[in-house]
């Protein structure tokens, strides 16, 4: 009857709608795990794209680590070149006008005395002829380690030029710089040089001042250096002071190290 038909389509329309609903649940889990995929995929490709900028900055970073330590030694070697005798490994005329400036602006500032000792050797033009320039390098290389082992902490010795050099004693009277002169003399003369297969005996004469208030660098170089040409002419191989005396044999021993 038409009870039976009615019941039949409800039934179906029954069974349509779950059917629908059944599709539009499976569409709805399939748009899900889409975009779930697509945000999952998103992510993974960030992630690459973190691992790769980390990569990157780790090699940016490296090389500018790489490129700030060749700046750094490319500095140190232009400021030791400007700086450094490249044969004695000393500080050359350059640093030594810089560090005197400093050292008299501290010994005024706080009244301490500051001397000078002028340093030269002994016929070393005829050490350089009779042995020849690699010889006399060897000389200027030993002689330069000599005085830098016998003088105290925080003097400084450079070289001047040739076979000159020039000690800087800060707070050292006159007396004291004499004998830190006579110092230097004996440890040059105390042994023969090694040069090549044989020796050399080497001395030198040092000139000592110290410094007044007003003196100039120039002016402090120029009377060391006429203590030295005073020394020279005297015999050389010996140490005269701003009297013009040659220094006492036991002056080396009232200097306090």
Known sequence: GEGDVATVLDAYKALRECERAWFDQRAGSRLRASTLMAELDAARREVEREHQLRDELARAHAALTIESAERGARAEALYRQAHEDALTGLPNRRDLAERLCAERRRGERFAQPLSIAMVDIDHFKAINDRHGHAAGDQVLVEVARRLQQALRSGDLVARFGGEEFVALLP??????????????????????????????????????????????????????????????????????????VPVGANAHDRVQA
């Open 171 to 244: 707070d050292a009277t006159h007396e004291q710089a004499c004998a830190l002169g006579e110092r230097l003399r004996r440890a040059v003369a105390a042994a023969p040089v090694p040069i090549g297969r044989g020796a050399c005996a080497v001395t030198v004469s040092v000139g000592v001042m110290t410094c007044a208030g007003d003196d100039t660098n120039d002016v402090v170089l120029a009377r060391a250096d006429a203590r030295l040409y005073a020394a020279k002419t005297a015999g050389r191989n010996r140490v005269i002071g701003e009297s013009g």
